[in-house]
């Protein structure tokens, strides 16, 4: 059986590595399945190294076509590198992560599809904590691929899309399958959904990476040159523009060594004192750090809790990843810190949230035992045939 492999295409690492691992793990080891990737001529280097196969199409804006901002001229260079990809691996399954265009090569050729699906997409939280004026993460960006999103990709004023094509793509969400990259207790299906039987949880489906052999003798001098400090892990991932700068100089000037994947110029100020580097093997940063902070983004939310690690998250306005760290404030195993233009409170709330962690009384680890059962529960029982056969069924 052929399966065509789609990750969101402006969506960088954090939407292709589930797919990576679902293909590694889960994939790999059933002969009777050939799984082909569409991604760009960088990941593919990548992945050809794994033993995984790739269509050969650069799936990648150019460089003239962002600058453009046409949208009609961006979706219909999407459409037609997934349509001629559909073409040459002829699958019997489409398998992508917030690839949405995908119904226009799945459901209009009457191809199953399975969709990994977040809590940003089958909203749960309370509606007395959402705020009308967050958006989801892809409409929020520094670069202009992140806007296509939901809001504008299917707007007929600047689309090539007809009234038929409107009407696959708005069912997205409505794939035959769906894989949650999380647990039960914190990535909630709604009480009212429908087809609950067509959602099945994997547990996250991360990298435990290590770092390289030059990125660990760095973090060695650092770690050396800063021992019987307390590290603090910072980050807003790669795409989020959010400042961390005064988080940074926070713990800096309280005593704490800071590694940090946010360049500023705090970074150089203090330079013997914070560790920076663009990309970081997150599940060891967050094993020898004290405390981490983040933006609770496409599964970082885990690495905390399965490294036994205290955390707090800081809102960037999405309420994709609103939804989940307001979750984790209410199980206790992290705290939240409001944006600035929510709460002008947001500074003190950020100071007793570090005094709760000081006092080792930021989060109750019973819970965080029970939620990292749950993970390696949830990840030991997953089974990718009882999901592929529901989607073909």
């Known amino acids: 059986m052929n399966i065509l492999t789609i990750p969101y295409i402006a969506g960088g690492i954090s939407h292709l590595i589930p797919l990576y691992v679902l293909q590694q793990k889960y994939l790999r080891s059933n002969f009777t399945i050939k799984n082909h990737f569409l991604v760009n001529s960088y990941s593919q280097k990548f992945l050809m190294l794994k033993g995984v196969s790739c269509v050969p199409i650069d799936y990648v804006f150019g460089e003239d076509l962002i600058k453009s901002k046409d949208l009609s001229k961006i979706n219909e260079c999407v459409v037609e590198m997934e349509e001629k990809a559909y073409e040459i691996v002829k699958p019997s399954l489409i398998i992508e992560d917030t690839a949405c265009f995908t119904p226009l090569i799945a459901e209009k050729n009457n191809t199953p599809r399975i969709s990994i699906q977040r809590t940003g997409i089958f909203r749960s939280i309370d509606k007395r904590f959402r705020n009308d004026n967050h958006v989801h993460s892809f409409q ?14 299917y707007n007929s004023e600047v689309s090539m899309f007809n009234d038929n094509d ?6 997205y969400i409505e794939s035959k399958a769906k894989i949650i990259p999380g647990i039960a207790s914190i990535e909630c ?3 009212d959904i429908q087809d609950r039987d067509s959602y099945f949880y994997s547990g996250p489906l991360l990298i435990k990476d290590k770092p390289s052999e030059k990125l660990s003798k760095r973090l060695d001098e650092f770690l050396s040159f800063n021992k019987q400090k307390p590290i603090v892990f910072i980050t807003t991932g790669t795409i989020d523009g959010t400042s961390i700068e005064d988080f940074i100089e926070f713990f800096v000037k309280r005593n704490y060594a800071v590694i940090t994947t946010s360049n500023s110029e705090i ?3 203090y330079k013997e004192k914070v560790f920076y580097n663009k990309l970081l093997p997150l599940h060891f940063i967050c ?3 004290n405390l981490v902070i983040h933006q609770c983004s496409a599964g970082i939310y885990h690495y905390p809790i399965m490294n036994r690690v ?3 998250t800081i809102s960037t306005q999405c309420y994709d990843r609103e939804d989940i760290a307001l979750r984790l404030q209410e199980l206790g195993v992290s705290g939240h810190i409001p944006h600035p233009e929510d709460n002008a409170n947001y500074w003190d709330i950020f100071i007793e949230m570090v005094e709760k962690f000081e006092k080792n009384t930021l989060v109750d680890f019973y ?3 029970k939620l ?4 390696d529960e949830t990840m030991s029982n997953f089974q990718i045939e009882k999901v592929i056969q529901y989607a073909l069924s």
Do not use: Q, V, W
């Open 367 to 369: 819970t965080m035992d």
């Open 267 to 269: 970074n150089e100020k």
């Open 310 to 312: 205290p955390s707090l």
């Open 189 to 191: 299906l709604p009480e």
């Open 166 to 171: 409107l009407n696959f793509l708005n069912r």
């Open 287 to 289: 094993g020898i750090s």
């Open 140 to 153: 929020k960006g520094r670069n202009f691929g992140k806007t296509i999103g939901f809001s504008n990709l």
């Open 372 to 375: 990292r059962t749950e993970i």
